[in-house]
């Protein structure tokens, strides 16, 4: 992460709505030249919302056609209101699109049929890749785009970008109720229907298709050198469908039926009708003068990894370092893994659990989501060698859940507790499809670890820590919960030695408790560990301490004496990719292979039959289902 003072300002390029201010800057140390998109919230929630913007570029920095992230900022001004700073490439601001095409239309200069036709195929390409890492721009216009070399589209502003949830598992065509995003010009129609005719906020419709109308009325803007006003709608005054088929047919006097065919399809007015970027460039795949910027297109990538998921074999490309990874999901350890049969990892695994009595660990073929401050519940599949699952949306609560909340699963019988939060009903269980209201916790807290455990054939759930909204600090205490009785007590546990939220704890065996690292607001992150013993109610800080300090990430037990620390977050709100093995025995510590992606891990860690484990990203500070990647170990013997 940057701070502000890495940068010079040297040139106010423009400012927009959301109080945006774009800046070319200077980064003080390295002498290089970047953009700075600078963006003022009043509120910690606006700050969040926006930040959205930077977690979408960072998810989609493998195509050379989408803008390059390098980063952000954010700082507390004065006024009591925050500002936030992106850090992008440096792009000359006369290839905006928009530039390009004012310039053009003053002197009538077309693009050639080559020229255009790499420019559709650039900005399909560019859009089918988001479309596959399940992104919706949700603003495509022409500032929103520039023309780069040879022809070639370049996406930027991902502030309106949404990350789509899967909602029915039978039906596939990604309809969702949605808020309305974009620009009235460029809206798809029933977007513009519902937001201009009826007024409404939000429509259910499919986000890719109507991303790929606005697209669709950008290439004709730019091909037919006229404006698209009135082409999205559809009343008494104005007929979209006519203006469309009589532009196509002007048009086509310019230039071939392959590009009329295109933009046709994308220009559908009826959404059910139109294709959505992946169809489009499963299309366009047939024709040999289509060549995306990535060295294997989608289509390509799925197809062979159906093939290559027969023998567990890694995909290769023969000229290219640069790989196409739909969703990042396996780090390179899954590779030195693709030489054993499955059936061989399966038990090895097997083994290898009953040696360490790993019986805790979540061996589980679903993984479930529940909205923050929303009423959402998402399931999401569990399986080896499983990249391409979605977060489906099974079911809505009645009510609201809660923000900041811990999600943990206890056992079959029991199935998911959602403990602590930001209000009083603060205890729901989920169980059987349906959510229980349990009685709630003695403290309001939240960002608590939570862990269940069998104490003398007691299920209990313990709230670790935590914080407390009322003053404002981080708890020590811990409150025990009888899950038979539905009865919350305090002091049957000590005290922690330092109240602490956002901690990871863990039964490491019948008698024991290790709570790891956490926040406290006198010491910041913090890297001490604390041990309770159950038996003897006794809790004491141990002298081994983290190798750096960290709150919200994860830790396993991963042998009888040996825990894997994921992720997380250290000082100076620095997201973490490492993975360290501590040896809880003698003290001693190694740090073992990077993960995929860096940031928060608070959901619970998954197992599949073969051992790999299925990690949870917060996504949008819990307001989107996690994201989903695949940590592997090399080999199990040698843990």
């Not at 423009?14 to 290089?32: D, E, P, Q, S, Y």
């Not at 009645?398 to 205890?427: D, M, P, R, V």
Request: aromatic share 12%; hydrophobic share 35%.
């Amino acid at each position: 992460m940057f701070r502000r003072t890495d940068f010079k300002k040297l040139e106010l390029f423009g400012a927009g709505k959301k109080n945006t201010r774009v800046f070319k800057v200077l980064h003080i140390k390295t002498g290089k030249i970047y953009v700075l998109k600078e963006v003022e919230a009043r509120s910690l929630d606006k700050l969040n919302e926006y930040k959205e913007e930077a977690v979408q570029l960072s998810k989609v920095q493998n195509h050379p056609n989408i803008l390059q992230f390098y980063g952000y900022y954010f700082y507390e001004t004065p006024h009591n209101t925050y500002k936030l700073g992106i850090i992008s490439e440096s792009i000359n601001r006369e290839l905006n699109l928009e530039t390009i095409y004012r310039k053009r239309i003053k002197i009538r200069q077309f693009f050639s049929e080559k020229e255009l036709l790499i420019i559709i195929y650039s900005l399909i390409d560019a859009f089918a890749y988001l479309e596959s890492v399940g992104i919706c721009h949700r603003d495509i216009k022409p500032t929103n785009l520039f023309l780069i070399e040879n022809f070639q589209i370049k996406v930027i502003d991902f502030g309106e970008s949404k990350e789509f949830v899967d909602e029915d598992e039978e039906e596939d065509d990604n309809s969702a109720l949605a808020t309305i995003r974009g620009t009235p010009q460029y809206l798809s129609p029933i977007l513009w229907e519902a937001h201009i005719i009826n007024q409404v906020k939000q429509v259910e419709h499919n986000m890719f298709k109507s991303d790929v109308f606005s697209a669709g009325l950008v290439l004709f803007q730019i091909a037919a050198l006229r404006d698209v006003n009135g082409f999205n709608q559809k009343t008494d005054q104005c007929n979209g469908e006519i203006l469309i088929r009589d532009g196509l047919k002007m048009l086509s006097k310019r230039y071939s039926n392959k590009v009329i065919e295109i933009l046709g399809l994308m220009l559908k007015f009826d959404e059910q009708e139109r294709p959505n970027f992946l169809e489009l460039e499963k299309m366009l795949a047939k024709n040999k003068d289509f060549v995306p910027r990535v060295d294997m297109t989608l289509l390509q990538y799925l197809e062979q990894k159906k093939l290559n998921k027969i023998n567990n074999k890694p995909l290769t490309q023969n000229s290219s370092t640069n790989n196409f990874n739909v969703n990042n999901n396996h780090n390179s350890s899954t590779e030195a893994n693709s030489v054993i049969s499955d059936n061989k990892k399966i038990k090895i695994f097997n083994q290898y659990r009953m040696k360490h009595k790993l019986n805790n660990i979540l061996l589980l073929k679903n993984a479930f989501w529940f909205e923050y401050g929303g009423n959402m519940i998402a399931r999401h599949i569990i399986s080896k060698n499983d990249t391409t699952s979605k977060w489906r949306l099974i079911a809505k609560y009645k009510s609201s859940f809660s923000y900041h909340f811990s999600t943990i699963y206890a056992g079959e019988s029991y199935g998911y507790f959602l403990i602590g939060g930001t209000n009083s009903n603060n205890t729901l269980q989920y169980i059987n499809n349906q959510i229980i209201r349990k009685n709630s916790m003695n403290i309001e807290r939240s960002f608590i670890s939570a862990l269940f455990f069998i104490y003398n054939n007691i299920p209990t759930i313990l709230a670790i820590g935590g914080y407390d909204y009322s003053d404002k600090g981080q708890l020590s205490s811990i409150e025990s919960y009888d899950i038979e009785q539905d009865i919350w007590s305090m002091n049957v546990y000590p005290d922690l030695n330092i109240g602490r939220s956002q901690a990871s704890s863990l039964l490491f065996n019948e008698g024991k408790i290790f709570v790891f690292g956490g926040y406290n607001k006198n010491y910041g992150t913090l890297n001490s560990i604390e041990e309770i013993d159950i038996e003897n109610k006794v809790c004491n800080i141990i002298e081994m301490k983290l190798p750096i300090p960290l709150r919200r990430f994860a830790s396993v037990k991963i042998s009888d004496k040996k825990v894997l620390i994921l992720g997380g977050i250290s000082r100076l709100c620095k997201e973490s990719d490492a993975t360290y093995i501590l040896n809880m025995e003698n003290g001693s510590q190694i740090k073992y292979n990077n993960l995929a992606k860096a940031g928060t891990i608070e959901h619970e860690v998954y197992f599949d039959e073969i051992g790999d484990m299925h990690l949870f990203y917060e996504n949008k500070y819990g307001t989107s289902p996690p994201i989903h990647v695949i940590f592997s170990f090399p080999d199990y013997n040698s843990i």
